[in-house]
């Protein structure tokens, strides 16, 4: 499994000799000075770009850049001020998703749009569903989403069409999801971010499948935040910012330190702050803790002034050893302990007064109420500190917001705005202040930059390193590599429930640490498992 | 691997799927039996009559009910629009309309009611509990206008006694109405779970703006399912009106929570999404056979409520832990 991701890897470089080659083909959307002004924001401000038949064509800029409203514009779902957009050479005008979808135009979402109760093949067949006098032909409707299915190969395997969605993996619904466009004829697919709910191996079978059908002369826009997955399968860069279109670029003429400043309109500095210097004494202590079938025997220390990182794939068992230590999920035995004391926690209340934090990875499903305001959410945890004989107190509310506004550069207008007024990033930032707020010893943030872009995340680094040094103790568990690597001064690597060790200083690489979780494979391959 | 996880599952959950068709039905049965043994005057051909008879007006609004809990909405006016439909065709008849005529306004008026919910929630966008909670209150009204509180019958005008037919007549022993359920019943049920116009109902109720998205015309949806719940309560009106011959200011009041309860406990989601017309009227029968079960014990009226609310209750419990088995 891990060679072959190192295959890949080899392959990627050559790639771009094959790819020179699909560059030639003929131009099948074009969209020409494309305008878009909401109430308030000019989202597109004259906009071009082209598409090629077999192209991979990546879509980049910051959160409000105006991709997604491009996008939208593709495939019907708003219309565009002026502007003109030509298919394989004729103009087009689409006025809803239906025009778009029988010009062979597909959109793939971001969050899987599916109706989680019904069938595959109702899903599949959503807009156009098979029928003989006017009822539902399921026989038909299977057998025609068994032949779409069978064009991923494997990945569409299992995938049964008569099984309601609900049923699926993650990955099989992505696969469902692209499934439905192909079942429209589209000629073009666009997709929006989605390896952000996928792991690595499923998102390597995406990219199979998406590049197969590039081969087959699909033209492809890709929208994504992550820039080795598409300087590892794009062949095109359109970098928008603000609304106008930047540059648009081939991938094997540019950086990606270029494409980021580009995209940000200045040079980033490095993504990363600098590491610890000097670590502070031992903070919190857990030992031999346990809760199966998750994990157990798992024993680690945290330090002040330190940053510590909980690595592995994902379903290695990182987010359930957080949770446990932070009171939500109970464990079967082992010892945790706080500035040398043991502490019980029952629950996450609990845990909280004691002194230790936990960042949910889903902000929009359990982290934040977004259609309550900002100062709402942020009194949420500790609505007894901002009251005063049991009626809220405004003022100190929009104190202490004001006062991480400024700490934590977060971007709003005024209190009360509702939290979904607020881009990703934003919300992000307001999240962890919300956390930070409850003035904790240890926080343990799980996935603390999903989903939002590259200028966010370089602020929330910097943001965890000022934390750490001003004396909290940050534990990090996240699924990109690279930021695990770049942010941590150590990490205690998980496989499978169980550590298998750490790693630090000079020997903290991500070579090191996927040597370490394919050895540990392979001991549990040879003993049987 | 993951291949194999995703089959069990699946089996898994087809098998959930029946228990839950099977196990209405199953309580239904041990029912039947209980009220064998409680009386004998339970299967005499007079009581399963009256029963039938009961049920069916209300069974015919549950059919349309259950589109709309699929759309994951309600309408809590089909009760107050059954009256109303009764209350017109009654005033309209008794004015030398003929009563042929006066039947189609009636049902025209049910059509009519459905259309302005179905527009205010569907293209306006309000919500449904309001609107319709709204329109159940402005029907309502306009009946105690029209009756003044009291009741009024049908004079014995030409044709009457036809109309009447309908509600109360038998064929070969058979009542009628019990007749027109049945094959309203029939045909919604396959309708709904086999017909692609139904089956965007089933995509609105199951995600919304994926449903918008993939092209479907959501408004328009949700516009006829009100329409539709508002034509068979106009259809049910007039019904009631033939078995009884007068309507009262009360003619209907109550009966969306007997339907609503009804197509829950048949297993209709109230998230929408799921649900068959079957369930629904499985639901509608058992909850009168126990109402019939209560009479027949000399239990109380009071008590019948209670026991009532407990059944519905009961359902939605039931609802949650098979969910909650899947996930």
């Not at chain 1, 500790?382 to 004001?402: A, E, P, T, Y």
């Not at chain 2, 065709?89 to 006066?102: Q, Y």
Request: aromatic share 6%; net charge positive; proline share 2%.
């Amino acid at each position: 499994m891990y060679v072959n991701k190192h295959l890949q890897n080899f392959t990627n470089i050559y790639g771009h000799l094959y790819r020179r080659k699909k560059m030639q083909g003929n131009c099948i959307l074009e969209m020409t000075d494309i305008e878009k002004r909401f109430e308030g924001t000019h989202a597109l401000k004259g906009v071009s770009a082209a598409l090629r038949k077999g192209e991979i064509h990546a879509l980049v800029g910051e959160n409000g850049a105006g991709k997604s409203t491009l996008m939208n514009i593709v495939s019907g779902v708003i219309r565009p001020d002026a502007g003109k957009m030509y298919m394989a050479g004729k103009e087009v005008h689409f006025s809803c998703p239906n025009e778009a979808q029988a010009a062979g135009i597909g959109f793939v979402h971001q969050e899987l749009a599916l109706c989680h109760d019904l069938s595959v093949g109702n899903n599949i067949f959503i807009s156009h569903l098979p029928n003989k006098h006017g009822f539902v032909n399921t026989e038909v409707l299977n057998r025609k989403s068994r032949e779409i299915i069978g064009k991923f190969g494997k990945s569409g395997q299992g995938i049964d069409p008569a099984a309601p969605v609900s049923s699926l993996s993650v990955a099989q619904q992505q696969i469902v999801e692209i499934a439905k466009a192909l079942s429209m004829d589209c000629r073009v697919l666009i997709f929006d971010e989605p390896t952000s709910s996928l792991n690595e191996e499923e998102a390597a079978e995406l990219f199979a499948v998406i590049k197969k059908l590039a081969a087959g002369g699909m033209a492809v826009f890709y929208i994504s935040h992550k820039m080795d997955e598409i300087f590892s399968q794009c062949d095109v860069i359109t970098i928008l910012r603000d609304g106008s279109l930047i540059e648009t670029v081939r991938v094997s003429d540019v950086s990606s330190e270029y494409v980021v400043s580009k995209m940000v309109g200045r040079e980033l500095g490095s993504l990363y702050p600098g590491k610890s210097v000097n670590r502070g004494e031992e903070m919190l202590r857990v030992e031999d803790l346990s809760r199966s079938p998750k994990f157990r025997g798992i024993s680690f220390s945290t330090y002040k002034k330190e940053i510590l990182g909980l690595c592995g794939l994902v379903g290695a068992g990182r987010s359930e050893i957080a949770r446990a230590v932070c009171g939500i999920d109970r464990i079967d035995r082992g010892r945790i302990l706080l500035e040398g004391r043991q502490v019980n926690v029952r629950s996450c209340k609990e845990a909280a007064n004691a002194g230790i934090c936990y960042l949910t990875e889903d902000r929009k499903a359990d982290g934040l109420f977004l259609d309550m305001s900002l100062s709402e959410n942020m009194i949420a945890p500790q609505l007894n500190r901002f009251s005063s004989h049991g009626f809220i107190s405004g003022k100190k509310i929009s104190d202490v917001l004001m006062y991480y506004k400024k700490l934590m550069r977060v971007k709003f207008s005024e209190p009360q705005q509702p939290m979904k007024s607020l881009s990703g990033g934003n919300q992000q930032k307001l999240m962890i202040a919300k956390i930070i707020a409850m003035h904790p010893k240890v926080v343990f943030l799980d996935e603390p930059t999903r989903g939002i872009d590259v200028g966010a995340k370089a602020e929330i680094h910097s943001l965890l390193r000022e934390l750490s040094d001003k004396g909290i103790s940050v534990v990090v568990i996240s699924s990109e590599m690279p930021e695990t690597v770049g942010i941590c001064d150590r990490v205690v690597i998980i496989n499978n429930g169980t550590k298998i060790g750490e790693l630090s200083g000079k020997d903290l690489t991500q070579e090191r640490i996927i040597s370490k979780i394919s050895a540990a494979d392979e001991v549990m391959v040879k003993g049987g498992l | 691997m993951l291949n194999k996880n995703g089959l069990t599952e699946n089996l898994n959950l087809q098998k959930i799927k029946s228990v839950k068709e099977l196990s209405v039905s199953v309580v239904l049965c041990v029912l039947l039996l209980f009220a064998s043994l409680i009386s004998p005057a339970f299967f005499s051909g007079a009581n399963l009559k009256t029963t039938a008879v009961g049920f069916s007006c209300n069974g015919i609004i549950a059919i349309a009910m259950t589109l709309a809990l699929v759309s994951g909405g309600f309408d809590l006016s089909v009760g107050s629009i059954l009256g109303l439909s009764s209350i017109s065709v009654v005033v309209l008849a008794n004015s030398g309309v003929p009563i042929g005529i006066a039947g189609l306004f009636g049902c025209l008026v049910g059509v009519l009611c459905g259309l302005i919910n179905g527009f205010l929630i569907g293209y306006v966008k309000l919500n449904a509990f309001i609107t319709t909670l709204g329109m159940q209150q402005m029907a309502r009204g306009l009946i105690y206008v029209l009756t003044n509180g009291g009741s009024v019958g049908l004079k014995p005008e030409a044709g009457v006694n036809a109309f009447r037919f309908i509600g109360s007549g038998t064929v070969g022993g058979f009542p009628v109405l019990v007749i027109v359920f049945l094959v309203f019943s029939v045909l919604g049920d396959i309708v709904v779970r086999k017909s692609s116009i139904a089956r965007n109902v089933f995509f609105v109720g199951s995600n919304e703006k994926t449903a918008m998205l993939s092209g479907i015309n959501t408004k328009f949806v949700k516009m006829m399912v009100y329409t539709l719940t508002g034509t068979l309560s106009g259809i049910a009106g007039v019904l009631t009106l033939s078995r009884f011959g007068t309507a009262t200011a009360s003619t209907g009041s109550g009966v969306e929570m007997t339907v609503i309860s009804a197509a829950v406990v048949g297993g209709v989601s109230l998230s929408g999404g799921k649900g068959t017309v079957a369930g629904a009227i499985i639901g509608i029968i058992l909850l009168s056979i126990i109402t019939n079960i209560l009479v027949i014990m000399n239990v109380s009226v009071h008590w019948q409520n209670f026991i009532t609310g407990m059944i519905l209750i009961l359902a939605i419990i039931f609802d949650a832990l098979s969910n909650r088995k899947r996930h």
